[in-house]
């Protein structure tokens, strides 16, 4: 099925630095989703977009919708250990074309302290 | 109680066998959703119910799957002549209303389904 241009794969960091990975589609979303996955465990919400171009903070978390509606990033800003885990980018198109989420295929988070 | 539960956590089954997987969505959502994810993947649309009917069944992906939500609480995603490639790990998640622009879906812990 369809997934979400997700990038990078994986990223090993230093405790302490600023970490951003983005998501791209070939189609519009209406909402973008920033979700977190630790293991044995389903994925947790970090964030939600609903407008094009919204910038939103949740803590040191920064996320942004693209203008296009194709894309979004997630930054997160000085890095700590429990900020390892899997993150995952999804996109909803919402009220006329369902609620199903779409999701990308994951960066893994390594925080080395 | 206060998040989605899934049971079984773990579940190891035969090739050509039949499983049932349940999910218990949070008290009061109406919208339930089943996704599938492949180790190393993010989770994959299966179905979503908006009460007791399938609001949206395009991901299931052929007829030895099945789900029901008689009650539009409680659901059972029902594999049929299971195959080592159903292997994956099974999510459920439920949301307050679905269609709206604010509809959080949250998820359980997923089951563990493991066809040998």
């Known amino acids: 099925g369809q997934q979400l241009n997700q990038s990078p794969q994986s990223m090993f960091i230093q405790e302490g630095e600023d970490v951003s990975m983005n998501c791209t589609s070939s189609?519009?979303?209406?909402?973008w989703l920033w979700y977190k996955q630790d293991p044995g465990e389903g994925p947790v919400l970090l964030i939600a977009l609903y407008k094009a171009g919204e910038l939103t903070s949740n803590g040191r978390l920064t996320a942004q919708f693209g203008i296009t509606r194709k894309d979004s990033f997630l930054n997160i800003s000085a890095s700590i250990p429990s900020d390892v885990g899997i993150y995952f980018c999804a996109g909803q198109r919402g009220e006329t074309s369902g609620s199903r989420l779409t999701f990308g295929e994951g960066t893994q988070l390594t925080v080395n302290p | 109680g206060a998040g989605v539960s899934q049971t079984p956590s773990n579940k190891v089954t035969e090739k050509g066998k039949y499983v049932e997987l349940r999910c218990d969505p949070i008290?009061?959502?109406?919208?339930l959703y089943w996704y599938r994810q492949s180790l190393g993947q993010g989770p994959e649309f299966l179905i979503y119910f908006q009460g007791t009917g399938a609001a949206d069944d395009s991901g299931l992906p052929n007829d030895r799957f099945f789900a029901v939500r008689p009650e539009g609480s409680v659901s059972t995603l029902k594999i049929q002549r299971t195959e080592r490639g159903d292997s994956a790990v099974y999510l459920c998640a439920s949301s307050f209303l679905a269609g709206t622009s604010t509809d959080t879906q949250y998820f359980g812990p997923g089951t563990r389904l493991t066809v040998l």
């Open positions: 189609s519009i979303f209406n909402t």
């Open positions: 008290s009061g959502h109406t919208a």
